[in-house]
């Protein structure tokens, strides 16, 4: 079992482009959830994806978009980014709709740096 | 508003010793808890939880906790330490409201003295 994927594993971006991140959750998972580690920060919550709609949302702009598969796997779209979203974008999966006593499952991030 | 507060950014303890990781919380209700660590390059694992019941938890790795409702404290604890158990140790409280909307500290690093 290859648990969570990331992809890439490193990015660098300008300010105002756009980002796509990208997971494939744990063999049998099929919720997805992002979240943002800031340097020397916890994990934020971004939104988690579940069916192929958000469920749920954190303290995050519209910039910040997703998308979920058939197939369970997801992208974290950002648009117009700024250098405040320079950061390590992690993704969690787990099975059925992310009861908290149903383990999340983290990847080891995808690290987003926008000069 | 709900919060997790993790006191200590940096501790360091010789290979052996005991450790005591500190974790305070401020959440209306019963709070779901957890420890999670996670090693460079890696992703966050998960240590133990506690959701109702016994307080003392009982972890991965030789890792326990214990959740204390006057103190709002949820520490985590482990009789002695190896050279593999450095890494960024987080305490999280999930909200009742929102399954798996969790809210992390910002972290302790733990540092291993040979």
């Known amino acids: 079992d290859a648990g969570v994927t990331q992809s890439p594993t490193h990015l660098i971006k300008t300010r105002g482009q756009q980002v796509t991140l990208r997971c494939s959750p744990k063999?049998?998972?099929?919720?997805v959830s992002w979240y943002q580690q800031a340097l020397g920060q916890g994990p934020q919550f971004i939104f988690q994806y579940y069916e192929e709609e958000e469920r749920q949302r954190g303290n995050f702009p519209d910039r910040f978009s997703g998308h979920q598969f058939p197939n369970y796997s997801s992208e974290l779209n950002v648009n117009a980014l700024l250098l405040g979203d320079s950061a390590l974008y992690l993704c969690?999966?787990?099975?059925?709709?992310?009861?908290?006593?149903?383990?999340?499952?983290f990847g080891p991030g995808t690290r987003l740096t926008v000069l | 508003a709900q919060s997790v507060t993790q006191p200590d950014i940096h501790i360091t303890v010789s290979e052996g010793a005991s450790l005591e990781l500190r974790c305070n919380y401020s959440?209306?209700?019963?709070?779901?808890l957890f420890w999670y660590v996670q090693s460079p390059g890696q992703g966050l694992q998960l240590l133990l939880k506690y959701f109702s019941g016994d307080t003392l938890v009982q972890g991965i790795k030789g890792f326990e906790a214990e959740f204390k409702r006057s103190q709002s404290s949820f520490n985590l604890r482990k009789p002695s330490v190896h050279w593999s158990d450095a890494a960024e140790y987080f305490c999280a409280v999930g909200l009742y409201s929102s399954a798996s909307k969790i809210i992390f500290g910002s972290g302790t690093r733990l540092s291993i003295r040979p």
């Open positions: 959440y209306g209700a019963t709070p779901y």
């Open positions: 063999s049998g998972h099929d919720t």
């Open positions: 969690a999966s787990s099975p059925g709709l992310a009861e908290l006593y149903n383990e999340q499952f």
